[in-house]
């Protein structure tokens, strides 16, 4: 007799598309995300584009193509992701910037970790082999730097903790909060998935840079901060009570 294996679930993502003067790229990556079946939703959070962002925002909400909402000031990536996670309907969420350095393609692939082992987060690592382009020499360095420490404080192995492409899942994510306005969010919830005693996979992904004339904004000083914000979690926190 011939035993069948129930089929492994399918995995639903809400992708949340933080954005901040990215007229020429946005509506770009909502079409490039709209092509990938496990993307269920679209979630896009203006934070106070001054440069017509925020009508083709408006646009593309109006023809029910992303859930959105406009911040009245500038607050910061980390803001909008918690604005964007307010808004997540799916088991299961994505950042997405709103350039083309990443492609959404690769969501396949890490939410497929997660249908087959059963992941609550991974990680996209430009560094475990797969094209990489276009990366400044300064953020090369300043990634491995902040990877680096951030292994050292928490015990761990990983390649890359500022890659963009991070997927949680919903309910764990929402129970270990986002305290960071700005780009310090990415540690901040490296280290809280780690501190939650979670597994965080890793696959590759693609990577094509852009230079600052391009619209690129991370800067120098994100890194200082990002390097306090790692032994600000190692230190001071004790740890999380997972709900």
């Known amino acids: 007799m011939t035993t069948v294996r129930p089929a492994a679930p399918t995995v639903s993502l809400s992708a949340i598309v933080p954005v901040y003067n ?13 092509q990938v079946p496990v993307v269920r939703q679209i979630v896009v959070i203006d934070d106070c584009s001054n440069d017509g962002t925020a009508d083709v925002v408006q646009r593309l909400a109006d023809a029910g193509r992303v859930s959105a909402l406009r911040h009245p000031y500038n607050r910061g990536k980390g803001a909008a992701l918690r604005s964007g996670l307010g ?12 350039d083309l350095e990443y492609h959404p393609r690769e969501f396949v692939a ?50 890359d903790i500022e890659t963009c492409y ?23 919830l490296t280290a809280k998935a780690i501190r939650s005693g979670v597994r965080i996979h890793e696959v590759p992904v693609e990577y094509v840079g852009r230079p600052y004339a391009a619209g690129k904004k991370i800067r120098p000083q994100d890194a200082i901060s990002a390097a306090k914000t790692i032994l600000r979690y190692r230190r001071w926190h004790a740890p999380l009570a997972r709900s």
């Open 22 to 34: 990215e007229v020429d790229t946005l509506a770009a990556i909502v079409e490039r995300l709209e």
């Open 166 to 188: 991070k997927l949680f899942d919903t309910r764990l994510l929402r129970a270990v909060g986002i305290d960071n306005d700005r780009f310090d969010v990415d540690p901040e």
């Open 87 to 98: 808004l997540a309907s799916e088991p299961y969420v994505v950042i997405q910037d709103a």
């Open 110 to 159: 890490m939410a497929d970790v997660v249908r087959t082992r059963g992941a609550q987060v991974v990680y996209g690592s430009r560094f475990l082999g797969a094209r990489r382009s276009g990366m400044l020499w300064t953020h090369y360095l300043g990634n491995r730097g902040l990877t680096l420490l951030f292994n050292l404080a928490f015990g761990c192995w990983l390649t």
